[in-house]
Every structure is written in structure tokens, then in C-alpha cells.
């Protein structure tokens, strides 16, 4: 992998932002295994997207084109941004 994106989610990483998740929501109680599952399933999600992009092939209207990841209202939007 050339970026050297890691397909190796540790527990830090997924803690982290489902403690971040989990604050943004309020911290309700009772919902830690819920919010860690999301954080892991949008983690592996995010790192399969980099990994494809990497595979993907270009031309002259994609090349360099990159990625737009955004975690809202807890969904994941993703969309190319060319440019």
C-alpha cells in the first residue's frame, strides 16, 4: 500500500471514536458496546475505501482526484472530489 494506510484497526483507534461518538450524542448511559461496533464497522469501512482507491485506476478526469469522508448525524458519506 502505497499511502501506508494500515489494514490493522487497533482498540485505541476504535475507542477513540466511539468515546468521541459517544460525547457527541450526549453520553448515554448503557451504550458503550453500541457506539464501540459502530466505531469498528466505519473504521473497516473507511480503511477499505483507501485501500480501493489506491487500486483504482485513473485517467485524466479522476487522476488525482481524492475522497471526501464525513461521520454525520452518525452516517458515513463518502464522495470523490476531483480536481
Known sequence: MARGYSQI??????SRLASLNWQKDGCPPGRD???????????KATRRLLSHEEKAPTNRKTKG?????????????VRPVLK
Not at 9 to 14: A, G, L, Q, V, Y
Not at 33 to 43: N, P, Q, R, T, V
Not at 67 to 72: D, N, Q
Request: proline share 0%; hydrophobic share 55%; no cysteine.
Open 33 to 43: 458496546l453500541d457506539y464501540f461496533i459502530e466505531a469498528e464497522s466505519l473504521l
Open 9 to 14: 484497526i487497533s482498540r485505541f483507534e476504535i
Open 65 to 77: 482526484a481524492t475522497l471526501s469522508i464525513k461521520l454525520a448525524a452518525g452516517k458515513l458519506s
